[in-house]
């Protein structure tokens, strides 16, 4: 959805959000070309904040798009706020449940309406240490097989400045330099026309997560490790025995 078909909350949500944005950040922004004006894109994201999905959505509608983020179902359930969202065509998506199969429905449906859907494959903030991409769901991967819309990589870096997960704290100082690069679409041509088995949508979904992490490297410098898999819970029987994951 572009900019000029806005309702009335979406915008209301633009006149508190962005001055705030604003003032908070210095920002470094590149790419915004590769997001176009119309059409259904998926914007894949790397997550290392719970304040980047308020950096990314800046720079998503500066380029001119309307960004639609995924949210977990229990908030759109709380009162006035869950409303908010809905008015602002966010998409609330039951995790774990048979329910998910609705947010995909949704998901397709905004992309043929022209939508640029945001998607965290990794589905939360990343537990690698230095914050690097960990391997990732396979959600992104299922929607652009059923879709065929182009999946545009999109990589932050500062936003860990603003709030950091590893020591929760949150820097309110004005200013916070943050970074965000949006690259040319991912490659996924060799599985246009696969089935979406398991092992199809694995390997999608780490030639994603792979292109976002070296587009990562770019801005952050270094050499970025193999993608971080979280590790094995215990099970259950492991935890009764006192065994230790």
Known sequence: MARRRLGFWQRFAVSLVKPVMTVWTRRTWRG????????????VANHISHADPLVSAHFIFDSGRW?????????????????????CRQ????RGTVEAVRSLDALVAALDEGGAVVIYPEG???????????????????????????VVPLVMWGP???????????NLRPRI???????????????????????T????TDAIMLRLRDMLAEIRGGTPPPLWERPARPSAERQQQGGVA
């Open 32 to 43: 915004m070309e590769h997001l176009g004006r119309d059409g259904g894109v998926i914007i």
């Open 177 to 199: 330099p943050v970074t965000v690069v949006a690259g040319e679409p991912v490659d996924l041509s060799r599985w246009a026309d696969a089935p979406p088995t398991r092992a």
């Open 201 to 204: 949508l694995e390997e999608m």
């Open 124 to 150: 939360t903030t990343t537990r690698q240490p230095e914050l690097w991409p960990m391997k990732a769901k396979t959600g992104a991967a299922r929607l652009a097989l059923a879709t065929g819309a182009p």
């Open 67 to 87: 960004p639609q983020y995924l949210g977990k179902a229990s908030v759109f359930r709380v009162p006035v706020i869950g409303w908010i969202l809905h008015r």
């Open 91 to 94: 998409i609330p998506v039951e």
């Open 160 to 170: 860990e400045r603003i709030f950091d997960p590893r020591t929760t704290r949150i």
